[in-house]
């Protein structure tokens, strides 16, 4: 795995990123229309897409900013002090594949579904959520995300923060 340090090693180009989030102690936040919920401390993966302008790195340089307008059901979680994204992987492309990246990853033991709608409320594959759980250590949890990538023939890359 090459894991790079650098934000502004991830390219302007569009593509899917997959943010892992460790909760260093539970959370109850306010999510916009999808209501309050309860997040236990642990590992977690946001999956999103970055079809628009400035690509990749603008929407990853986002979602690490503490401060910004909640505009996505993600913004509401990042903005909090106690989640810190450990790790994003990026795959160059111009298609919308977070979809399919939730239904590869659903289908593991390791990573469950939660937060009805978060993430997925103009998902056209009727993705129960963008928003998953991981039942491992954030590293394996990594681990793991990045070797399923590969057996699907997507060519992830690792920003480690």
């Known amino acids: 795995?090459?894991?790079?340090?650098?934000?502004?090693n991830?390219?302007?180009?569009?593509?899917?990123?997959i943010l892992f989030i460790v909760?260093?102690?539970d959370l109850e936040v306010k999510i916009?229309?999808?209501?309050?919920?309860?997040?236990?401390?642990?590992?977690?993966?946001?999956?999103?897409?970055?079809l628009g302008p400035g690509g990749?790195?603008?929407?990853?340089?986002?979602?690490?900013?503490?401060?910004k307008n909640l505009h996505w059901h993600i913004d509401y979680l990042t903005k909090e002090t106690i989640t810190k994204i450990k790790y994003v992987i990026y795959i160059?492309?111009?298609?919308?594949?977070?979809?399919?990246?939730?239904?590869?990853?659903?289908?593991?033991k390791n990573?469950?579904?939660i937060i009805k709608g978060f993430g997925s409320t103009d998902c056209k594959k009727?993705?129960?959520?963008?928003?998953?759980?991981?039942?491992d250590k954030p590293y394996k949890c990594l681990e793991k995300t990045y070797n399923i990538l590969k057996e699907h023939k997507y060519a992830p890359r690792i920003m480690k923060l």
């Open 1 to 8: 795995m090459n894991i790079t340090t650098d934000i502004n």
């Open 10 to 17: 991830i390219p302007k180009n569009k593509g899917s990123y």
């Open 23 to 25: 909760l260093e102690d």
């Open 32 to 50: 916009g229309s999808l209501g309050s919920h309860k997040l236990k401390q642990g590992s977690y993966l946001y999956i999103g897409s970055a």
């Open 56 to 67: 990749l790195r603008a929407r990853i340089r986002r979602h690490l900013t503490k401060t």
């Open 92 to 108: 160059e492309t111009t298609r919308n594949i977070e979809c399919n990246i939730t239904q590869i990853l659903t289908k593991h």
């Open 111 to 113: 990573f469950k579904a």
């Open 126 to 135: 009727r993705c129960i959520s963008h928003f998953l759980i991981c039942l």
